[in-house]
C-alpha cells in the first residue's frame, strides 16, 4: 500500500492514467478511490471484478477511449501481416489442438512441406490450393492418437482444417496430411529452428 501511494504521487501528469480497483465484488472501492484521488487526477476511475469478470467491458472503454487512432501499419488490401503459408499450418495445428486436447496437448507442430497455388498446381482439371503438410509428435503413442482408429481423428483434421483455409483464402483446397514422428523434437534446438519455433 504505502508503495502504491508513493506511485500514485509520481504519476506522469502530462498523459491520461486510469485507476482501477480489483476485488469490487468484495469491498467498495469507493475509499480508495477517494484515497488515490487526492494524490493524482485521475483520467477515469473503474471498479472491476477479474474474477466475475464484471466492469471490463467498461474498462476496455475507457482504455480505447484514451488511445488515439495511429495511421495504418499495412495497406488496407493486406488482410494479414503474416504468409498464407504460416497461416495454414497454424490452422491445422489449431483443429489438432481443439480435436485432442486433453490427449495431446502442445506435442504436435505442423510442418508445410508443399504449398502451391492453383497457378502452379492443377488436381484433376479443377484450380485448387495444395497444401501437403507434416504433423509432428513425440512418440509413436502419439502419433496413432493423431491417426485415430482407422484414420478416423486425422480424417477430422484434415476436413476442419480444409474448411478453415478454404474459408480465408476463397480458394478450394487439396490438403494431404502425415504424420511423423521426431522423439523429443520440443528439447531440439536443430527440430525447433526448422519448425519456426527457434
Given at each position: 500500500?504505502?508503495?502504491?501511494?508513493?506511485?500514485?504521487?509520481?504519476?506522469?501528469?502530462?498523459?491520461?492514467?486510469?485507476?482501477?480497483?480489483?476485488?469490487?465484488?468484495?469491498?467498495?472501492?469507493e475509499?480508495a478511490?477517494?484515497?488515490?484521488s487526492?494524490?493524482?487526477?485521475?483520467?477515469?476511475?473503474?471498479?472491476?471484478?477479474?474474477?466475475?469478470?464484471?466492469?471490463?467491458?467498461?474498462?476496455?472503454?475507457?482504455?480505447?477511449?484514451f488511445?488515439?487512432?495511429?495511421?495504418?501499419?499495412?495497406?488496407?488490401?493486406?488482410?494479414?501481416?503474416?504468409?498464407?503459408?504460416?497461416m495454414?499450418?497454424?490452422?491445422?495445428?489449431e483443429?489438432?489442438?481443439?480435436?485432442?486436447?486433453d490427449?495431446?496437448?502442445?506435442?504436435?507442430?505442423?510442418?508445410?512441406?508443399e504449398?502451391?497455388?492453383?497457378?502452379?498446381?492443377?488436381?484433376?482439371a479443377?484450380?485448387?490450393?495444395?497444401?501437403?503438410?507434416?504433423?509432428?509428435?513425440?512418440?509413436?503413442?502419439?502419433?496413432?492418437?493423431?491417426?485415430?482408429?482407422?484414420?478416423?481423428?486425422?480424417?477430422?483434421?484434415?476436413?476442419?482444417?480444409?474448411?478453415?483455409?478454404?474459408?480465408?483464402?476463397?480458394l478450394?483446397?487439396?490438403?494431404a496430411?502425415?504424420v511423423?514422428?521426431?522423439?523429443?523434437?520440443?528439447?531440439?534446438?536443430?527440430?525447433?529452428?526448422?519448425?519456426?519455433?527457434?
Amino acid at each position: 500500500m504505502p508503495d502504491d501511494l508513493d506511485l500514485a504521487k509520481n504519476l506522469p501528469r502530462n498523459i491520461p492514467v486510469i485507476l482501477v480497483a480489483n476485488k469490487s465484488d468484495k469491498a467498495n472501492p469507493e475509499k480508495a478511490f477517494r484515497l488515490y484521488s487526492e494524490l493524482h487526477d485521475f483520467s477515469a476511475k473503474i471498479p472491476v471484478s477479474a474474477l466475475h469478470k464484471r466492469g471490463l467491458d467498461e474498462l476496455l472503454a475507457a482504455i480505447m477511449n484514451f488511445i488515439p487512432e495511429g495511421e495504418a501499419i499495412y495497406d488496407p488490401e493486406i488482410l494479414m501481416d503474416t504468409t498464407e503459408k504460416f497461416m495454414a499450418s497454424e490452422i491445422i495445428r489449431e483443429k489438432i489442438l481443439m480435436l485432442l486436447r486433453d490427449e495431446v496437448p502442445h506435442c504436435v507442430a505442423v510442418e508445410i512441406d508443399e504449398y502451391k497455388s492453383p497457378e502452379e498446381f492443377i488436381e484433376r482439371a479443377h484450380r485448387k490450393l495444395y497444401i501437403r503438410a507434416s504433423l509432428i509428435t513425440e512418440t509413436t503413442g502419439q502419433k496413432k492418437i493423431v491417426i485415430g482408429d482407422k484414420g478416423s481423428m486425422i480424417k477430422k483434421i484434415g476436413a476442419l482444417s480444409r474448411e478453415a483455409i478454404e474459408q480465408v483464402t476463397g480458394l478450394p483446397v487439396y490438403l494431404a496430411l502425415w504424420v511423423k514422428v521426431i522423439p523429443g523434437w520440443r528439447k531440439n534446438h536443430i527440430a525447433l529452428k526448422r519448425l519456426g519455433y527457434a
